[in-house]
């Protein structure tokens, strides 16, 4: 669909440049809009950890055209190996018995390649404007004026906050992020590392009750590591979440005692200049628009590492959105539909950390022993059927031209 002939096309202002924004451009371009997006980092964001791109969300980027680039990208783990706290085995799994793979067309790739292959499909056809971000929205009659940290103003006709989990365009149109946020009882800590263990793309998890850590090797054995430190806190550690210096020592308390080679991996997170901290958490929101704003992806609906749908999610959730927005000319509708269509979706991937999408972390040591068991079990036999919440939303096709 595009704008009419001698019609002003539509703009739509879109805060954050990951993976839900660019998605919502790319659709948004192509059904006429006069899209910008706007982003507080300076450039691109590269690096971060694996990501699983699943079910509905594979065919977004197959009507993209980048879905061939992010095979290529594919990361192909050949075995996650859990062991106890003492280094002891306690299974040796392929990856797809563990999170389920929709019939092998499932990919893994770095987060930094698919945010590369969406910026590259759109960065020629919208307008990106990097180093800023939203200060302020005054919505009023059929427009909204924007004023930008830098000090500029734009008026356009809709405002789409794409800008994560921490969204400020989130606090702009609803307060405190305090009001939406469901802590799940983690903390986690993620960063490279060298690769001093020699592993070549695999995934190898320690557990103790309470408490993991993990290394992944997306390369082979001379490239670096990823590193995760996840352990069970009842109450968020709020006080550390801005001061590194803090969550450094928190992490290393937590660990304290631990294995040879948990330890090293503790010392290495002294030493990493990337940590990133935080609580595992999810966004639940009543309604994600506000008159012609609205949120999209972890802004909006964040599921939680838990439950490994949070890329998936923001790329089905920024194509309903952008459908929507295409087919209903008022954008309260558009917004009312996006969330008739999509909200049982979300909704059912957000449900898989009460329907066990923790099990990999189990917080007691009886806990612990049932995960083992389980995992025993899936060695003789495997798992072959996906979970069904990656698939259950049927994707509808692009609206027809008018």
Known sequence: MTAPSGTARRKVLIAGASIAGPTLAYWLHR???A????EKARAPRGGGYPIDVRGTAVDVVRRMGILPRL???HLDTGRFTFLD????????LHPHAVAGSAGGQDLEIGRGDLTAALYATVRDDVEFLFDDSIEALDQHGHVVDVTFRSGRQRTVDVVVGADGMHSGTRRILFGPEERFHRYLGYAFAVF???NVLGLSRELVMWNAPG??????ATGGADDELHAFLNFHRPEPPSDVLRDTDAQRELVARTYAGAGREVAGIVRAMREADDLFFDTAGQIRMPSWSSGRAALVGDAAYAPSFLTGQGSSLALVGAYMLARSLAV?????EAFAAYERDT???VTTNQALVDAGGARLFPTTAEALERRNAMLRDLVAMPATTPRPAHSALALPEPPPAP
Do not use: Q
Request: no cysteine; aromatic share 12%.
């Open 328 to 332: 209903h000319e008022d954008p309260v």
């Open 71 to 73: 095979r290529a990208a």
């Open 85 to 92: 706290a003492h280094g002891g085995e306690i299974a040796s």
């Open 211 to 216: 408490a993991a850590a993990a290394l992944y």
């Open 35 to 38: 899209v910008t997006v706007v």
């Open 192 to 194: 490279t590392m060298p």
């Open 343 to 345: 909200r049982e979706f």
């Open 31 to 33: 059904y006429g809009f």
